[in-house]
């Protein structure tokens, strides 16, 4: 009988272990749950930093062609009225000869 009732003591002081080790194991999934969803979150975000990223390069480099092609029309411009004024210069010159 003392044997019966040192047994059961056992077992019960067994359960409460298994208890709070499941409660434990419970906690620990939360935890990871909680972990994989943060970092779904942060490869969302970096996604979202990357295509932003991307279209700031875009848009760079458009506005860089587009600037180019400005220069070069502003370099023709100033060439020609260099020659247009050299042409002016000339004009008098002679007509004052």
Do not use: P, R, Y
Request: proline content about 0%; cysteine-free.
């Amino acid at each position: 009988m003392v044997k019966d009732l040192i047994t059961g003591d056992e077992a019960k002081e067994e359960l409460v272990l298994s208890v709070k080790k499941f409660q434990l194991l419970e906690q620990k999934i939360v935890l990871k749950d909680s972990v994989i969803t943060n970092l779904n979150d942060q490869i969302i975000n970096f996604n979202s930093m990357i295509s932003t990223k991307q279209d700031q390069l875009n848009l760079s480099q458009e506005l860089s062609k587009k600037l180019q092609k400005d220069l070069k029309k502003q370099k023709l411009k100033t060439k020609l009225a260099g020659g247009a004024g050299v042409l002016a210069v000339v004009a008098v010159a002679v007509l004052l000869k």
